[in-house]
């Protein structure tokens, strides 16, 4: 079981390797590509750690548009864009671990992906993602 854990633990770092070394050389071999960002889960801790990506790409001369509920909000990155989901987002909104427990584990599952189903289709037919849905924009890479 150890090795198999080991070997499983290689393929995804390795998996992962090359997923950054794509990204990478399709970031630095482009000139001026314009980058979708999406990440759909509306916690901090899930948006932050792309935005340093964000204002790098967008310090290097890509055109990059987020749709965030976390935005940068840093007017000198000309090159960034972002629809800012914070107003539509619930306040209130939270998970009961006392909740969740009692519902077991696949319980606590399915609750969580229904809830995550509720919110990603809000953000989905918020008004300013609609737009960008139905616009003219075109993207050459969405993250």
Not at 4 to 26: D, T
Not at 50 to 74: C, K, M, Y
């Amino acid at each position: 079981r150890i090795t198999c854990l080991i070997v499983k633990s290689l393929v995804l770092l390795e998996n992962m390797r090359a997923f950054f070394l794509n990204l990478f050389l399709a970031v630095t071999c482009t000139n001026g590509a314009r980058i979708l960002g999406y990440i759909p889960t509306p916690s901090y801790s899930h948006q932050v750690p792309f935005q340093a990506l964000w204002r790098e790409l967008s310090l290097r001369g890509h055109q990059v548009t987020t749709i965030t509920s976390h935005p940068i909000n840093d007017h000198t990155l000309t090159n960034l864009t972002e629809i800012d989901l914070s107003p539509m987002l619930q306040s209130g909104t939270s998970f009961n671990p006392m909740e969740i427990a009692l519902l077991g584990v696949i319980g606590g599952f399915r609750m969580f992906f229904e809830q995550m189903v509720d919110v990603l289709g809000a953000e989905l037919a918020y008004d300013p993602v609609l737009d960008l849905i139905n616009g003219d924009g075109r993207f050459d890479l969405v993250i």
